[in-house]
Nanobody
Framework: QVQLAESGGGSVQPGGSLMLSCAAS????????MGWFRQAPGKEREPVAA?????RISYADSVKGRFSTTIPQTTLHLQMYSLKPEDTATYYCAACYGITCAGGYCAVSASLHRGMDYWGKGTLVTVSS
């Protein structure tokens, strides 16, 4: 089993920055796909960013150029800049492990969530003036 725990959410004004973190513990593996997802009130969950153990990273069009995800060791980070009110949501990190996890395709897509085996409980980000 793997446990994921997000932190770093909070309230920020439009144009501000926040960094989210996701600490992974338990039986993690060398090969992985990790992703950030968000769900705004009344909306469906959507993928935000994905990163795999080969260093491939992808972003949703809505956050390209503003968000950056890194994983220095076992903690996944999401640096968010130039935040907009429409970024308000609960942000979740998710992961799968193994060579064939996520069907071997770790990238932002409408189906990425189906390949994730582990999920954090989420952290709320509110962007408001």
């Amino acid at each position: 089993q793997v446990q994921l725990a997000e932190s770093g959410g909070g309230s920020v004004q439009p144009g501000g920055s926040l960094m989210l973190s996701c600490a992974a513990s338990g039986r993690t593996q060398r090969n992985y796909c990790m992703g950030w997802f968000r769900q705004a009130p009344g909306k469906e969950r959507e993928p935000v960013a994905a990163i795999d153990s080969d260093g491939r990273i992808s972003y949703a069009d809505s956050v390209k150029g503003r968000f950056s995800t890194t994983i220095p060791q076992t903690t996944l980070h999401l640096q968010m800049y130039s935040l907009k009110p429409e970024d308000t949501a609960t942000y979740y990190c998710a992961a799968c492990y193994g060579i064939t996890c996520a069907g071997g395709y770790c990238a932002v897509s409408a189906s990425l969530h189906r390949g994730m085996d582990y999920w954090g409980k989420g952290t709320l980000v509110t962007v408001s003036s």
